[in-house]
């Protein structure tokens, strides 16, 4: 067993942060998005049937992507490469270690299936933008290793526990919520 990252007590009960070291990887789940990557040394994003190699810019594979998918919102995707993977869609700092590694998007077809309507309206743009950048945060906490889950304890008796939660900080506030249903009110 790993040691906790962090402990907290709530009256009797022992909560611990772990690492969780088989963490799912969030392009496995149902997202919204579709991420087209190209990395020399990692496989990144999700299954596709582009190459790199077909295209003399990154935004001529944009205008390809754009063109294949109808695209309703389309965000580059940046990587930082130092002892670690990182990627978000601005650009990082560093010249040196980090670039442009592919894009996000959704297709218009996707959006109003999922989303109903028959127009794509300023507002939708907006939320979609927002929702591609938190499934990049969210596959960004995947590729950090910044996934946990908490133990909870009595008298050293392990009452719960829960894996899967990309944030610690998302951990911590499940656990304590799940202490607080234990104690009297």
């Not at 794509?120 to 596959?139: S, W």
């Amino acid at each position: 067993m790993t040691d906790s990252i962090e402990e907290r007590i709530i009256g009797d009960y022992l909560i611990k942060i772990l690492q969780d070291n088989e963490p799912v990887n969030p392009r496995e789940w149902d997202n919204i998005g579709t991420i087209i990557c190209f990395h020399k040394k990692y496989s990144l994003g999700d299954t596709h049937d582009y190459n790199f190699n077909d295209f003399n810019s990154w935004e001529e594979l944009k205008n390809r992507i754009n063109k294949d998918q109808n695209v309703a919102v389309i965000l580059p995707i940046y990587m930082y490469d130092h002892s670690g993977i990182t990627i978000k869609t601005t650009p990082f700092s560093c010249p040196w270690d980090s670039g442009q590694i592919g894009f996000i998007s959704i297709s218009k077809e996707k959006v109003l299936n999922e989303f109903g309507g028959c127009k794509i309206t300023k507002k939708l743009r907006e939320r979609l933008t927002q929702l591609l950048i938190g499934e990049v945060e969210t596959y960004d906490q995947y590729l950090a290793g910044d996934v946990y889950g908490y133990q909870i304890t009595l008298n050293d008796e392990e009452l719960d526990s829960c894996w899967g939660y990309y944030g610690i900080e998302s951990c911590i506030n499940e656990a304590k919520s799940i202490v607080k249903s234990y104690l009297p009110n």
